[in-house]
């Protein structure tokens, strides 16, 4: 097997390395690496990996060399920043072959903008962006981790919160002249860390995400301000702040006030379709005559549409939301969430 550090180049394209990869992995690695990809990317690759009629060992040795050349300069990057990937590398390969993986490691992925925030502490980055524009706070914390935006957007006043919240939501695509500029006010140079295509950020998955996180005063507070501003904006988000799949971290008592109000066809619908964790938590919660009934409903209910499933589980998630509004539950957000009220 060639040297980790001394690894020729592939004349393959990034699909074609990946396939071989996932070969060289076996089945069992290969399923657990899918859970956390898209599902057109694992597409891709499933298409790639059928469509290599022969991998040769050299081939398999010269993936693995250039994963593990980019696993280990990804971890300096994310560790130590830039300059750090950039200095380690250097003294391990030389400039040359330090700067091409650098390349190729900021292209591949496309490392963000405004790195070094998500390495402040929040409470100084706060004080550092709190008298910015709400437009500025907002593409700021697009591209922060969901924790450390939760804990500057309950920090701000509740007028912008709201403010900051909305644009958040509506945001788009961020040009990288803009980004630059940005970086540029807040006295950073991270041009080289920018992408010369549109980065996407911010959006409404991006907004529902720090919304999970905060406490619910902030939330209910942000969520009525824009209700008034924009009912349809606000429904969407609503919507996606807790999926029917999120049931499973409900507590056992909230679990089964829930489902005191769901109606059973409700029910077998929307289990219907469901990961096996969430229907296990669901029949554990039920007596074991009821669990069975309703197991034997879903088995002989035969083919259904993925719509009505969705809308059944809907109206489970209304029911939980409705139960957490009269403080009857408390929902977990953010995987931290405490106890129902007694």
């Not at 500029?181 to 998955?205: C, H, N, P, Y």
């Amino acid at each position: 097997m060639p040297d980790m550090y001394d690894a020729p180049q592939l004349d393959l394209s990034n699909q074609q390395k990946a396939a071989i990869l996932f070969i060289t992995l076996g089945p069992e690695y290969s399923a657990k690496v899918f859970k956390h990809m898209a599902d057109d990317e694992i597409e891709k690759i499933t298409l790639e990996i059928a469509s290599q009629k022969q991998v040769t060992p050299e081939q398999k040795n010269l993936v693995i060399a250039e994963f593990y050349q980019m696993a280990m300069a990804k971890n300096y990057l994310s560790n130590g920043g830039l300059e750090y990937a950039q200095d380690v590398l250097e003294k391990a390969l030389g400039a040359e072959k330090a700067a091409n993986i650098i390349n190729r490691l900021t292209t591949s992925l496309q490392v963000r903008p405004f790195d070094f925030l998500r390495k402040t502490d929040p409470a100084q980055l706060l004080n550092f962006i709190q008298n910015e524009h709400p437009q500025t706070i907002a593409l700021i914390m697009a591209y922060l981790d969901p924790e450390q935006a939760a804990m500057i957007l309950a920090s701000l006043s509740q007028e912008r919160q709201a403010e900051v919240a909305r644009r958040i939501a509506m945001m788009d695509r961020t040009s990288p002249e803009v980004l630059r500029e940005v970086e540029r006010v807040l006295e950073r140079k991270l041009s080289s860390l920018v992408t010369q295509d549109f980065t996407t950020a911010g959006g409404i998955k991006a907004i529902v995400e720090v919304l999970n996180r905060v406490d619910r005063t902030t939330e209910k507070t942000i969520i009525e301000t824009l209700e008034v501003d924009n009912p349809e904006l606000t429904e969407e988000i609503k919507r996606l702040m807790f999926v029917f799949e999120d049931i499973v971290m409900l507590d056992d008592r909230s679990l089964q006030m829930v489902l005191r109000e769901v109606e059973n066809k409700d029910l077998s619908l929307a289990l219907k379709a469901t990961p096996k964790e969430v229907a296990n938590k669901v029949f554990k919660n039920m007596s074991t005559r009821a669990a069975e009934m309703l197991k034997e409903e879903i088995e002989f209910m035969g083919p259904v549409k993925i719509r009505d499933v969705e809308e059944a589980q809907q109206k489970i998630v209304n029911v939980i939301r409705n139960l957490e509004d009269k403080g009857e539950i408390v929902v977990a957000r953010g995987g931290k969430g405490d106890e129902m009220i007694v």
